[in-house]
């Protein structure tokens, strides 16, 4: 059973641009939200993550919203750059005594054109 | 500092054969966990250890094992291995909190 759904499965967009990324969950029991950036051939690098009770954070040109009632949350990259073409995951994980295994979506690729 | 490292980089094996992976926390973390990505696929949790402890099992075979020593490294252990077992194996490793940092894989190709 998928419990982290993700789309698009890739986007296309052009250097400068806004990606939108969506990730939406069942579980209510997950407390933290991270998104991973991946490289081919490379493993998943920690790009920011949240915690339900903050409804956006920003770190540079990377952004999280939050929606709890909704169960989902967004990752939008500002002014993409080629540099920014990757596969990005999000991820969520329940934390505490019972361990924090990461659910993943099943990621998106996406291509900034020059 | 050293981050999360992992040997093998890659390895080919023949369906049936066994292989083993290792996996060298960043220092000071004593968690460390094991994930499959199939090609094209997101991560899929296999073990989870913390201080020598199994705290997680995901839906994956007795095929597959693990374990950690007093340093915090990690083995990951697959008997009997199928042509599905083809994967990428990442370890992350954190400390009590929740961020894991992932090492860059190790790549098994089963024929």
């Known amino acids: 059973q998928q419990q982290v759904k993700q789309s698009p499965q890739s986007l296309i967009v052009q250097k400068g641009g806004i990606s939108i990324i969506n990730c939406a969950y069942e579980?209510?029991?997950?407390?933290?939200f991270p998104w991973y950036q991946q490289f081919p051939g490379k493993g998943p690098a920690l790009l920011i993550a949240i915690r339900p009770d903050v409804s956006e954070k920003k770190e540079g040109r990377f952004t999280i919203s939050f929606n709890k009632s909704a169960k989902q949350f967004s990752l939008h990259i500002m002014d993409s750059q080629p540099g920014d073409s990757a596969t990005y995951f999000c991820?969520?994980?329940?934390?505490?005594?019972?361990?924090?295994?990461?659910?993943f979506g099943g990621g998106t690729r996406v291509l900034v054109k020059p | 500092d050293a981050g999360v490292t992992q040997s093998p980089t890659h390895l080919i094996k023949t369906r049936g054969q066994q292989v083993t992976l290792r996996c060298s926390p960043i220092?000071?973390?004593?968690?460390v966990s094991w994930y499959q990505q199939v090609l094209g696929q997101g991560p899929q949790f296999i073990f989870q250890?913390?201080?020598?402890?199994?705290?997680g099992r995901g839906n994956f075979p007795d095929r597959f094992s693990a374990r950690q020593f007093p340093n915090y490294s990690s083995e990951l252990n697959v008997n009997a291995l199928l042509l599905g077992d083809s994967a990428l194996y990442l370890c992350a490793s954190s400390t009590e909190g929740d961020t894991q940092y992932f090492g860059p894989g190790t790549r098994l190709t089963v024929l």
């Open positions: 220092s000071g973390h004593k968690s």
């Open positions: 991820a969520a994980s329940t934390g505490g005594a019972a361990g924090n295994k990461l659910t």
């Open positions: 579980n209510t029991a997950f407390d933290y």
């Open positions: 250890y913390y201080e020598k402890e199994e705290r």
